[in-house]
Every structure is written in C-alpha cells, then in structure tokens.
C-alpha cells in the first residue's frame, strides 16, 4: 500500500487483515465506503490477487450493469447534421442550453467554469456540437494531463436526442483519448446530467468521478477471465476497442452491397467516399435486416464483407472483409412489427426491410461497437483463410464461419501484428 496513505491512516493496518481473508477465500470484491482503503488497493490488488475493492454501489453496477438508454436512436444522428465548432467566447446561448438544473447549479458558477475554462485556450479545448439549424446538443471541454484525459465540462442537450447523443458521446471520448496517446479519462465535471451518468456507468466508467482506463489490447490478466461468449461481449463492450480472440464464439460473414454498406457500418472506399466524417463516430448500435435463415445465436460476431453494387460499374466493386461487429440481439419477427420496433436504428426504408422478408417475416439483428479493420482482407486473402479453416467459399448469402476466421483476420491487423 502506499506510504503516504499508510502514515497518515492507522487503520489500513487492521484493514490489511480482512483483505488477507478476502484473498484467501477465494473472494472477487471487497466492498467498503472506506476511501482511504479503495485508494490504496487500487493500483495492486486486483492484478496480483484477483479481488477487486470497492464502494457497493459500484458492486451493484458491476454485477448488474445498466442497459444501454432505451431510447438510442442511431437515425437522429445521422437526420440533423452535426458538427462540433470551436468555443471562442461565452454567450448566454451556452448558459441557457447547457446549465445542469438537476443538480441544482447556478449559472453564474457555470458561467465562471466557462471563464476559467477560455482563459487558458493552450490547455484546454472547448467545443460545442450543433446541427445544421444551429441548436446546441453538447459542450465538451478536453485537457490532456500526461496519460490521463481530463474532461471538466461534458453536457447535453435535453430531449430524446440528448439521450442518445449522450451514449454516442461517450464512445466518442475513449477514441479521442486513444488517438491523442491516452490511457485514461476522468470526468471531472461535478454537475454530470442523469442521463450522461447512465451512459458512463453503461461504459465502464466507474467511481464518484467517473474514470475508465483505456487500451487498444487487453491485458492477458484480464482477458483470462472472460472465457464466454456472454463474457466476451460485455467485456468489449466496456473496454472498447479492444477485441479478444481465441475465444469460442460464433461468427457469420455477411455480404453486404457498397451502397448499403456506407449506410449501415460507416464504410467508405475511394470510390464511394460520399460522406464527411461524422462528428460522434459510427452509431454504437443498428439494426440489419435479412430473410429468416436458421437460428441466430446470441452473442455472436460479424464479418461485413462488402461485394457489389449490381447496378454499378464493375470497377467499383469492393470485394473485401472491411469492418466487424457484435450480435447482441437476434430475432424473427412480422415485417410490420420488425419496422415499428427496430425501423429507428436501422438505415433501411420500408419498401427495402419488406424485400428482405419471407413469408411476412424478418429476420432482425441488432449490432453494436462495429469497427472498420485497419486493413481490409481481400477476397483472394479471405478465400484462403476460410478454405484453412474448411469453411465455403460462397459469399452470396450470409454463412457461418469458424472463430478461426475472425481471429486469423485480426491477428492480419497491423495493433494485433504488433504483441
């Protein structure tokens, strides 16, 4: 334990006994309310011996981890047009939007937050999200402090779509953070809205001031521990990026038009490359809809192999395996109810779900944390890899491979060809 913390509390020296217990039996967590005991634990504890200390609240949130906001909408994103535009000056546009009324804040401390904030632009970065008919849907202040990214101000907009962007917004952070040599972030903003702290707690995010470390690869301590496909998922879920292979899992290759493809998973090739870059990143979670075909297990994972568009021009076919997701959701339902139910975070119009129907019915996938594989596999590479593995080499309909497959491809990824 630390020295500092030992001097100055004599009472780590009991509290060190009933850890010795916790050990010895065998426990996973040691829950207390004594910060002085969390704080000293929390940089050897749980590496060296597997049990985890901490608070019962976040006891609770870690056995029972809060869904996703019911009400993501992955289509708001893309209908109002956002973008993120520098902070120059303060205005009471910026009060009025983003002043935190359940906790009960004053604007005039939020006012000098903002002042604070502006007066040191070489430190800090302010922005703010608006769409294209100039409404204000987020404020994000960013400080780099050696490995840790410190985030002093993070708000939203009310409304539905401030819960979804609240989700989006989250993810968006940890890729910041990792593409500017992060390895933490720590929300320091003490007036976080109900909605931003769900999408936190969601995200892995835990403490009083909601902190998350961050890698692009998982330790092997704790990737040991999560074994199965239910535990691989919500582990990558709430240490996104990261992808743990060698795993039995399902996986399907699922052929998908470029149009469609630009639509659904974000792809853009150079032929194709239609969209600017979207202020929050790919949407966490779609839906893609397909004829009813067997059973669809749960989790599982996605290759998107992008084939064709049949009324384009040869020359812009993609033929390639270009992103993956995961499967958190499988079901056959009426076409009618697939659209009532699922139409909002999908890419697909009516008319285009009932072409994918049979018999009345659809199937419905929901997918979430796609990522676009740094390095694309080709056809030639995929065909290769899949007849090793003995898998078909048809890519007409979607088909089940092997998890060979998926690792084989991300191991071919320049970060997994770097352990």
């Given at each position: 334990?630390?020295?500092?913390?030992?001097?100055?509390?004599?009472?780590?020296?009991?509290?060190?006994?009933?850890?010795?217990?916790?050990?010895?039996?065998?426990?996973?967590?040691?829950?207390t309310r004594d910060?002085?005991?969390?704080?000293?634990?929390?940089?050897?504890?749980?590496?060296?011996?597997?049990?985890?200390?901490?608070?019962?609240?976040?006891?609770?949130?870690?056995?029972?981890?809060?869904?996703?906001?019911?009400?993501?909408?992955?289509?708001?994103?893309?209908?109002?047009?956002?973008?993120?535009?520098?902070?120059?000056?303060?205005?009471?546009?910026?009060?009025?939007?983003?002043?935190?009324?359940?906790?009960?804040?004053?604007?005039?401390?939020?006012?000098?937050?903002?002042?604070?904030?502006?007066?040191?632009?070489?430190?800090?970065?302010?922005?703010?999200?608006?769409?294209?008919?100039?409404?204000?849907?987020?404020?994000?202040?960013?400080?780099?402090?050696?490995?840790?990214?410190?985030?002093?101000?993070?708000?939203?907009?009310?409304?539905?779509?401030?819960?979804?962007?609240?989700?989006?917004?989250?993810?968006?952070?940890?890729?910041?953070?990792?593409?500017q040599g992060a390895?933490?972030?720590?929300?320091?903003?003490?007036?976080?809205?109900?909605?931003?702290?769900?999408?936190?707690?969601?995200?892995g995010f835990t403490?009083?001031?909601?902190?998350?470390?961050?890698?692009?690869?998982?330790?092997?301590?704790?990737?040991?521990?999560?074994?199965?496909?239910?535990?691989?998922?919500?582990?990558?879920?709430?240490?996104?990026?990261?992808?743990?292979?060698?795993?039995?899992?399902?996986?399907?290759?699922?052929?998908?038009?470029?149009?469609?493809?630009?639509?659904?998973?974000?792809?853009?090739?150079?032929?194709?490359?239609?969209?600017?870059?979207?202020?929050?990143?790919?949407?966490?979670?779609?839906?893609?809809?397909?004829?009813?075909?067997?059973?669809?297990?749960?989790?599982?994972?996605?290759?998107?192999?992008?084939?064709?568009?049949?009324?384009?021009?040869?020359?812009?076919?993609?033929?390639?395996?270009?992103?993956?997701?995961?499967?958190?959701?499988?079901?056959?339902?009426?076409?009618?109810?697939?659209?009532?139910?699922?139409?909002?975070?999908?890419?697909?119009?009516?008319?285009?779900?009932?072409?994918?129907?049979?018999?009345?019915?659809?199937?419905?996938?929901?997918?979430?944390?796609?990522?676009?594989?740094?390095?694309?596999?080709?056809?030639?590479?995929?065909?290769?890899?899949?007849?090793?593995?003995?898998?078909?080499?048809?890519?007409?309909?979607?088909?089940?491979?092997?998890?060979?497959?998926?690792?084989?491809?991300?191991?071919?990824?320049?970060?997994?060809?770097?352990?």
């Amino acid at each position: 334990m630390p020295e500092r913390l030992t001097t100055g509390d004599a009472s780590l020296a009991d509290d060190v006994k009933h850890l010795a217990d916790a050990i010895l039996a065998g426990a996973e967590f040691f829950v207390t309310r004594d910060s002085n005991l969390i704080a000293a634990c929390e940089t050897w504890i749980e590496a060296e011996f597997g049990t985890e200390v901490l608070r019962p609240v976040d006891l609770i949130q870690r056995l029972m981890p809060p869904a996703p906001p019911f009400r993501f909408r992955s289509e708001q994103l893309e209908a109002v047009g956002l973008q993120w535009e520098k902070v120059a000056s303060l205005s009471s546009r910026l009060e009025e939007a983003f002043v935190e009324r359940t906790s009960s804040e004053k604007g005039k401390a939020f006012r000098r937050r903002l002042q604070a904030i502006l007066a040191k632009p070489s430190e800090f970065g302010l922005q703010v999200l608006v769409d294209e008919r100039s409404r204000l849907w987020a404020l994000l202040a960013t400080e780099q402090r050696g490995a840790t990214l410190l985030v002093p101000i993070l708000r939203v907009g009310s409304g539905s779509l401030g819960e979804t962007i609240a989700f989006q917004l989250v993810r968006h952070l940890r890729w910041r953070a990792l593409e500017q040599g992060a390895d933490s972030i720590s929300i320091t903003d003490q007036a976080l809205s109900p909605a931003l702290r769900s999408a936190l707690h969601a995200d892995g995010f835990t403490g009083q001031v909601p902190r998350v470390k961050l890698s692009w690869l998982a330790s092997p301590d704790a990737a040991a521990r999560a074994i199965t496909a239910t535990e691989v998922s919500e582990y990558e879920r709430i240490n996104w990026p990261q992808v743990l292979i060698a795993r039995d899992i399902p996986v399907h290759i699922v052929p998908i038009q470029p149009k469609y493809a630009r639509e659904l998973i974000g792809y853009n090739d150079t032929l194709f490359n239609t969209r600017e870059k979207r202020a929050l990143g790919f949407a966490r979670q779609v839906v893609y809809f397909a004829a009813p075909k067997g059973v669809q297990e749960v989790p599982s994972r996605v290759l998107w192999y992008v084939s064709w568009d049949p009324k384009g021009h040869k020359a812009s076919a993609v033929r390639a395996v270009v992103a993956h997701s995961r499967v958190v959701e499988a079901t056959t339902l009426p076409v009618e109810t697939a659209i009532e139910q699922y139409r909002a975070i999908g890419t697909l119009r009516t008319r285009e779900i009932e072409a994918h129907s049979k018999n009345g019915k659809v199937a419905v996938w929901r997918v979430e944390d796609t990522q676009l594989l740094e390095r694309p596999i080709d056809r030639a590479t995929l065909d290769r890899i899949l007849r090793k593995h003995d898998v078909t080499t048809s890519k007409i309909t979607a088909r089940r491979a092997t998890p060979g497959v998926f690792d084989d491809i991300m191991r071919m990824q320049p970060r997994w060809a770097e352990r």
